[in-house]
């Protein structure tokens, strides 16, 4: 059975290296971005089957690229796990209006991320 | 044969104003037309301007056109002053210039009196002079040699005139009522005397010489009289033309003959617009043969062995040609007797009314008797004394010939009788233009200017052998030389008429305006000032009675009221009337006519209203309820329209000037409330506008704050993220290998760094911002700044290859600042430069400084990425990378030039970028060397006591 692949997106170099621990610790395949055009770029070619998705990046913002993954009819299938210090309500109604399927506010638990994380590749039909 | 002439002229002038009169009594008027009208004014023009005007040029030039000139000027006016008279007389029903002031001020009896008596004394010695120069023209005519004294003829000339001026001037006591034979008698001796002296010009111009050129030549051929050809000629000053322009001006409006023919004897107002061309052109062509008469006597007669006076009679009878002497004799008469007729004709009517009728009234009120018996016994005295005056008034001109007259000039006399006539002039144009002109200030005016007219004009006349010593004139009286009468409070350099004039004026006009100023007019004096100047605006005299005529009925009063108060607050007012006043609602109706009767208000209330459905007869209000009707409406509408609305149920609905002016006053006073009004809405307007961007600014400060607040918390998850979920790895993985484990410990302690950098620098900001950082400020090296802060820079940008280049003048001027701030300063825009700047090699950072006015500049340059224009402010506040909501700036707190801004600022400097992308920045520094003293927050020190 292949692992599914989880695309990491932040620009904090130690938040995205405690996730890139947390995710292969868990067996899961780890793609990185470090801001929101690399992100865009890493979707397009690898059919990621979650995306850790921060929303405040230097050049495109998060829910920008949540929106593009939704656009995009291939991608159908890729779950977004929006991962936020804005944790203010109308950010996380943003969140979900761009297509994400959980908006978890930092600082997050991590033993909660991963059950949430398992949660949801589970559900997916493959 | 020359005393024939005279009769029969005489005669026919008899026969003239007789057939007037009848022609008068069958209303087919021959004065009712403008050319008789502007002829009759030409009565101006007497023996004086006959005789005297070519004695006065043979003599002194140009200079007699004055007194013609003044007249013509100021007929242009006539059609604004004199028609103002005019109607003001005719309203009136005044019939003299005493009239005329002495209603104008009050009616004052003193006042017309006074004006009177300067008349008379002004212009006996006038009247006098027409005398002498009928009798002395009659000797010239009919030789020296001749039967008759000089005196016997000027009796025997005044008592001609007297009886025809009885005849025709004083028929009854009517004095409003025109006499028309005069007029006409008059305006047909104007038309004799201009014909008789167009003949004399002709024949002297053109018989003796051969035209105008002629006569013009020969005399300029002479020496002596070459120089009256100038307007200065013999010595005539600017001061002087001056003054005969100003008098004859007063004189030929209120002169008491021209008053008369000008304002009394006026048919029609209409009558001046001809008046105002015609009479001028008169003056015109009566002058034009002036000079030449003159000079040909001149140069015919000789200068020194003739009186100029008598050239016009001399001339024809020393070139043989008696029928002519015998027309200029006849041309000099008229003049003479037109004006003697008409100046006794006016003296008389204002003696009689304002010297004897005064006196006789105040006697007969006081004498028992039936009304009418009284009234018919004063109005046979008025005519009797009218009758009266007209000898007393030819008697003393008589007299006055007889004493002195003979000795006098034509031309000075005259004049100084303009300059006697002169002093109503304040009085008369300040009463018809000035309302604030009163009776005091009018008479002691008149009294002054009448005094040193006398003084000035008249006591150097009467100086000689055996009358007034002659030191009065070289010592003044008394020795005082203040009081010489040529030369008043030592005024001297003036010719003698205008000195007169100017003094004389000076103290006229000086109290007639300083009295009507210092005492308020009574009741009296205001009406009648309102009458006078605004007698254009006026309807008719009834208008001006106070107090209620009309009888209005109650029930109008009732709607009156009702109509501007509503029904309660009528019936409440009448209720209150009724209680104060019981006896005023005494009501015309049977059942209510009961001896103990005392109306109630509700049966007043009733009764009105019974009036205005039954046909019963309705009863006038009581005065006492119109009185209180007006004060309660004039709470409402003001006093004016409270009246006007009365006056309109009284009847007396013609709204009058006065209540015009009135209702305009008090809604202009409606309309600055109005302005006031508007004026503090403005105002509450401009509050409430301020009010709203304070709490706009309020609103903003809030949401600042939240926003704050919001990328404060935001950015302290950040760092507390990692540390949150490295501590959670390390916790649930024992198992993890040392290098890692050591890796996440750094990790956490490197957040933790960060996280307490964070809040250092929040804490910083927010002490900056509330003011609560104080400065240690003294002299520093900028040098030696620059210096530690680029080697504290140093190792971070030599590790990312960047240059750095300090140019900091060590000589600079010390600063005045805090040296940690101002290092901070620093070393802020240094990391700033260092983190914009591009990696591998090529990044190069500059800091220099130079001395610029008053202040030093710094400025720290790098080659990096650049910032738009858009954001040159923007980057200078707190977290402007988190208000691009979901961008971020890679490095940073978003605090750094926030802060430098505000440390800049606590310095009193300014702080700016220059830069687009791309092309590097350059942060701009200024800090003043002399900073302003700061004044110390005065209460924030004794707060916690």
């Given at each position: ?106 600082p ?15 559900k997916?039909?493959? | ?28 008027s ?11 004014m030409?009565?101006?023009?007497t ?18 056109v004055?007194?013609y ?129 167009l ?16 006569v ?93 006076d ?12 008696s ?6 004799y ?54 009797q004394?009218?009758?009266g ?79 007034l ?76 009675v ?7 009925l ?34 015309n ?30 009863n ?55 302005r ?32 704050f ?88 940008a ?17 600063l ?62 707190k ?12 490095e ?5 030039l ?11 400097g ?36």
């Open positions: 059975m292949i692992m599914p692949a989880i695309l990491i997106v932040d620009d904090e170099p130690n938040i995205v290296m405690s996730l890139e621990f947390l995710m292969r610790k868990n067996g899961y395949q780890v793609g990185i971005a470090r801001n929101g055009s690399e992100a865009l770029a890493a979707v397009a070619q690898t059919p990621y089957d979650l995306v850790l998705l921060d929303v405040m990046m230097p050049d495109v913002d998060g829910y920008q690229v949540c929106r593009t993954i939704r656009e995009n009819a291939s991608r159908a299938a890729t779950k977004v796990i929006f991962l936020s210090a804005k944790s203010q309500p109308t950010d996380v109604q943003q969140g979900y209006a761009a297509g994400a399927d959980l908006y978890i506010p930092k997050f638990s991590t033993r909660q991320l991963m059950e949430k994380v398992r949660e949801l590749l589970a997916e039909p493959c | 044969m020359v005393i024939g002439f005279s009769f029969g002229y005489l005669a026919l002038l008899f026969g003239v104003a007789y057939a007037a009169e009848r022609r008068s009594a069958t209303r087919q021959l004065v009712a037309n403008p050319y008789v009208y502007a002829l009759s030409a009565v101006y023009c023996a004086w301007a006959y005789y005297g005007s070519v004695g006065r040029a043979a003599h002194q030039g140009l200079s007699f004055g007194i000139l003044g007249p013509a000027l100021l007929a242009p006016a006539w059609w604004l002053v004199l028609r103002k008279i005019v109607r003001v007389c005719r309203q009136q029903r005044l019939t003299s210039i005493a009239d005329f002031i002495s209603a104008r001020y009050g009616k004052s009896a003193a006042l017309g009196a006074l004006v009177t008596v300067v008349c008379v004394l002004g212009v006996v010695p006038y009247i006098a002079l027409q005398i002498k120069a009928i009798s002395g023209s009659f000797v010239v005519l009919i030789g020296s040699g001749g039967r008759v004294e000089a005196s016997v003829a000027a009796l025997f000339t005044a008592g001609v005139l007297a009886v025809f001026t009885i005849l025709f001037g004083v028929r009854s006591v009517e004095a409003t009522e025109r006499h028309e034979g005069i007029v006409l008698a008059v305006a047909l001796e104007s038309l004799v005397k201009l014909l008789a002296f003949v004399l010009g002709g024949f002297v111009t053109f018989g003796l010489f051969h035209g105008f050129a002629d013009f030549n020969q005399a300029a051929a002479q020496p002596a009289l070459a120089r009256l050809f100038t307007l200065h000629g013999a010595g005539t000053s600017s001061a002087e033309w001056f003054t005969l322009l100003v008098l004859s001006m007063s004189a030929v409006l209120l002169l008491p003959r021209q008053f008369q023919v000008a304002v009394v004897e006026n048919v029609a107002e209409d009558h001046l617009r001809k008046a105002m061309w015609l009479f001028p052109l008169y003056l015109l062509i009566i002058n034009i043969f002036v000079l030449p008469i003159a000079f040909g006597g001149m140069l015919r007669l000789g200068g020194g062995s003739f009186d100029a008598t050239f016009v009679l001399a001339l024809p009878l020393a070139t043989g040609h029928w002519l002497a015998l027309l200029t006849l041309g000099g008469l008229s003049a003479a007797s037109s004006m003697i007729i008409v100046e006794t004709v006016a003296l008389s009517v204002m003696s009689s009314n304002h010297l004897l009728m005064p006196l006789l009234v105040r006697e007969v009120s006081g004498r028992s008797g039936a009304q009418p018996r009284r009234f018919a016994y004063l109005g046979r005295v008025a005519l004394s009218r009758r005056a007209v000898v007393l008034v030819l008697a003393l001109a008589y007299g006055y010939y007889a004493a002195v007259g003979h000795q006098l000039p034509l031309v000075n006399t005259g004049l100084v009788s303009f300059a006697a006539v002169a002093q109503f002039v304040p009085a008369v144009l300040g009463g018809l233009y000035w309302k604030g002109g009163t009776r005091r200030g009018a008479t002691l005016g008149l009294l002054a200017g009448f005094a040193v007219w006398f003084f000035t004009l008249v006591v150097p006349t009467v100086v000689g052998p055996g009358r010593p002659e030191s009065i004139l070289t010592a003044g009286v008394g020795g005082i030389s203040a009081l010489r009468p040529g030369a008043l409070l030592g005024l001297e350099g003036l010719d003698y008429l205008s000195h007169g004039l100017f003094w004389s004026w000076f103290f006229n006009i000086g109290l007639y305006v300083g009295a009507s100023l210092a005492w308020p007019p009574s009741a009296l004096e205001l009406r009648q000032a309102d009458v006078f100047v605004d007698v254009f605006r006026r309807r008719s005299l009834a208008e001006e106070a107090g209620w005529q009309g009888h209005p109650l029930p109008d009063v009732r709607a009156l009221l009702l109509g501007f108060l509503g029904k309660k607050r009528t019936n409440q007012a009448l209720q209150t009337f009724a209680k104060r006043f019981p006896d005023a609602l005494v009501i109706n049977e059942q209510v006519v009961g001896a103990s009767y005392q109306p109630t208000a509700t049966d007043l209330g009733s009764q009105a209203q019974a009036l205005g459905t039954t046909h019963q007869a309705p006038p209000a009581d005065p006492r309820l119109l009185l209180y009707a007006e004060k309660l409406l004039a709470g409402t509408l003001g006093p004016a329209s409270a009246r006007l609305l009365l006056a309109s149920v009284a009847g007396e609905e013609q709204i009058s000037y006065d209540n015009v002016v009135g209702i305009l006053k008090e809604s202009q006073q409606l309309l600055e409330a109005n006031q009004l508007q004026k503090q809405s403005r105002q509450l307007q401009r509050l409430t506008d301020e009010l709203r961007q304070a709490y706009q600014q309020l609103q903003a400060l809030d949401q600042q704050k939240d926003e607040l919001y990328t404060v918390t935001h950015e302290l998850r950040t760092p507390l993220t990692s540390i949150r979920a490295l501590a959670e790895i390390l916790a649930d993985n024992p198992d993890l290998e040392e290098e890692e484990r050591e890796r996440f410990h750094n990790t956490i302690g490197r957040e933790a760094e960060r996280l307490t950098r964070l809040i250092s620098l929040i804490l910083d900001l927010e002490k900056l911002e509330s003011g609560q950082t104080t400065l240690v400020r003294a002299p520093v090296a900028l040098a030696e700044v620059a210096a530690e802060a680029a080697e504290a820079v140093g190792q971070l030599r590790a990312k290859g960047i240059a750095l280049h300090l140019d900091v003048p060590a000589e600079l001027p010390p005045p600042a805090d040296r940690d701030r101002l290092m901070q300063v620093l070393i802020n825009l240094l990391s700033n430069a260092v983190k914009a700047c591009p990696l591998g090699g090529t990044g190069r950072i500059g800091l220099l400084a130079w001395p610029a006015a008053d202040a030093l500049l710094l400025c720290v340059e790098d080659n990096g990425k650049g910032i738009a224009q858009a954001e040159h402010h923007q980057i200078f506040d977290f402007f990378q988190a208000q691009h909501q979901n961008m971020r700036k890679p940073g707190s978003g605090l750094g926030a802060i430098t801004k505000k440390l800049v600022e606590l310095h009193q300014r702080i700016w970028v220059e830069s687009a992308p791309e092309q590097g920045a350059r942060f701009f520094v200024e800090l003043p060397l002399a900073p302003p003293v700061r004044a110390t927050a005065p209460f924030s020190t004794s707060y916690s006591l």
